[in-house]
């Protein structure tokens, strides 16, 4: 049985403390723009909406992947990004359907949510339980 974030537009206030907690737990620095989650804003509306990853089955970022660099996490199954045999193609980023894939390009790596290991930063940070991790499959 695996897992999957699964988000609630209608609960999200836009805070980001989600972007602030996956990029200090992946990159020990509170830098939003190396989140693995993204927080976009409709200035029109003032609504916000956070995307995750999907975790999509047969996931087409992991094919479109020339060198194998996105494999699946043994503890949760999650695909993440092994940033030793990543090249930095982007091929993944134009991959994705859902955006859930951005760049570091001071690494020259893709970054990519992983589950944090089955403890997601993000949800356990949601004051507004916008972002959940669930049960799939
Ligand atoms: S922490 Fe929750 S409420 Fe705040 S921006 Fe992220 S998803 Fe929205
Ligand atoms: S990064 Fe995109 S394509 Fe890859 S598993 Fe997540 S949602 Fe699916």
Known sequence: MGHAL???????????QCE???SLK????FAPWL???VVHREPETCRAFPNVCRHCDDPPCVRACPV???????????????VVECIGCRE???ACPN???SFDPDKGVALKCDLCNGEPACAKVCPSEAITM???G
């Open 6 to 16: 699964v988000t609630d537009p209608a609960r999200c206030t836009g805070c980001l």
């Open 20 to 22: 602030l907690a996956c």
């Open 26 to 29: 992946h990159e020990g620095v």
């Open 35 to 37: 989140a693995r989650v």
């Open 68 to 82: 194998g660099a996105l494999k699946p996490s043994p503890a949760t199954g999650a695909v993440y990004v092994d």
């Open 92 to 94: 993944c980023l134009e």
């Open 99 to 101: 955006g859930s894939i």
């Open 134 to 136: 669930e049960r799939c």
